[in-house]
Nanobody, 126 residues
Framework: QVQLVESGGGLVQAGDSLRLSCAASGRTPSNYHMGWFRQAPGKEREFVATIRASGISPYYADSVKGRFTISRDNAKNTVYLQINSLKPQDTALYYC???????????????????WGPGTQVTVSS
């Protein structure tokens, strides 16, 4: 198993940038594809981005392309989500998730990710 803990969220103003981090521990975190999801108030959780275990071929939801960048540092067992030009509609609880190498990549379905962090809150004021 792998354990995940997100950090880096906070209260920011529209137009600001944030970098979220997801620290992984446990069974060889670098052997998992990683993803970010988010859940806004009153809405279902949605896919944001994913990255291969090797760190290549990032894949994004259309709604965040151009503003969000997913990356990972396997030496630090950490995955990042850089968010630029934040908008009020980016307000959500952001989750990091991990899935096995055997899962077809890219996977945007949350039921394909067996491991989840508790989330970090991002609130964007206008």
């Amino acid at each position: 198993q792998v354990q995940l803990v997100e950090s880096g969220g906070g209260l920011v103003q529209a137009g600001d940038s944030l970098r979220l981090s997801c620290a992984a521990s446990g069974r060889t975190p670098s052997n998992y594809h990683m993803g970010w999801f988010r859940q806004a108030p009153g809405k279902e959780r949605e896919f944001v981005a994913t990255i291969r275990a090797s760190g290549i071929s990032p894949y994004y939801a259309d709604s965040v392309k151009g503003r969000f960048t997913i990356s990972r540092d396997n030496a630090k067992n950490t995955v990042y989500l850089q968010i630029n030009s934040l908008k009020p509609q980016d307000t959500a609880l952001y989750y990091c998730a991990a899935t096995h190498l055997s899962t077809v990549y890219p996977s945007t379905r949350e039921d394909r990710y067996p491991y989840w962090g508790p989330g970090t809150q991002v609130t964007v004021s206008s």
